[in-house]
């Protein structure tokens, strides 16, 4: 079974990504596969964009879109994640567990399960649902509107950071705890985790680490959407960088509401100017990724067949949905002098910016306020690190053969 085709359009807030989105999805649909548009953004409008908002029979244009799959289309559904229902699937039993040990402390509890509700849960449980859809085979395409870009990095973050919990901490906190619980409650006046609070952590990982590989996979892509705007150009750069370090691929960007070159008067005349000066920045920018560029709208795009055709006139004579190319942001070759060398496309970093470490078998890379934890395979985890470097925005990170007595310590990003 050939798993979907993924695509996750995130941007700056207020740039029209949920628009494109649609329109995306939309075209897929149009082409006869089925395809589901699913929203991890705590803001739902993709339900907007269609203009299918009222209640109404399911397959109808007007059904009510939510909790699940709904066909606004033939061959197009749209979910708006219920947050409430996964959260109680996912979250319930370590809520519970943390609940009691509010009250052992004497909170209120209204206020204790207001606590309890983990920032960002809405967007984690999307993706926990993007999980169960891509490997359902029910789906040939997904596309996903993901939050504005900051909460996307972070979210897209998550599981690396939960799984380096899960297999460093969480085994010597399960030992310590079964050994000692007896006491520690008597000690503590609360109730120490049982098993099943832990195996709901670990499950959760679990979860979270499946949806990492489906969409840093060979079938799944990032679009950047962004407005001709210096400042959104700038926090898309940094996304894209952010982006590759956790080695997620990004195959597009889409400049979003340009003006029509042949403006009537002057004011219209100067923002055509400028965006200009911006898109020539973009092109340069990203070069090596297709560019896609949709013009201003006479007016709001709603429907199913106005976003449909917004995506046609925005790709054109391209595949909207051919599968990404090439390696991906993140591969190991074996140079003939041995050893083994990392790459990491980093664009727009200099290696001033960039701060390696070895800690074990992983290799901790900062760069900028993200972090990434990059668990080692068996073969590199036996090396030592010789030497890094980064060259034409891509980081390269060259293992030796266990240093001889007397050898150098490893060094770091240089």
Known sequence: MRPARIVLFTGKGGVGKSTVAAGTAALAAAAGRRTLVISTDAAHSLADAYGATTTGSAGSMTAGVGGEPVEVAPNLFCQQVDAQLRFEQSWAEIQ??????????????VAAEEMT?????????????????????????????????????????????????????????????KALRPVLNRAAGVPMPGDR?????????????EVHALLAGPRASVRLVLTPEQVVLAEARRAFTSLCLFGYRVDAVVANRVFPADAADDWRAGWVRAQTEVLAEVAQSFAGLPIFTSEYQAGEPVGVETVAELARQLYGAADALADPTGDGPFRVTRPDDGGALIHLTLPFVSRSEVDLARNGDELVMTVGSYRRLLTLPSGLARMRVAGARVIDGE????????????????????
């Open 96 to 109: 519970r567990y943390l609940l009691t040990v509010l009250d052992a402390a004497g909170m209120d509890p």
């Open 117 to 177: 509700v983990i920032p960002g849960a809405e967007e984690v449980l999307a993706l926990l649902e993007l999980r169960q859809h891509a490997t359902s085979g029910q789906w040939d395409v997904i596309v996903v509107d993901c939050a504005p870009t900051a909460e996307t990095l972070r979210l897209l973050a998550l599981p690396e950071a939960l799984g380096w919990y899960i297999e460093r901490l969480l085994p010597i906190q399960r030992r310590l705890v």
């Open 197 to 209: 609070v832990f195996d709901a952590i670990t499950r959760l990982h679990g979860e979270l680490d």
């Open 395 to 414: 980081l390269r990170v060259r293992f030796a053969e266990p240093a001889t007595a007397g050898a150098a310590a490893e060094g770091g990003a240089r």
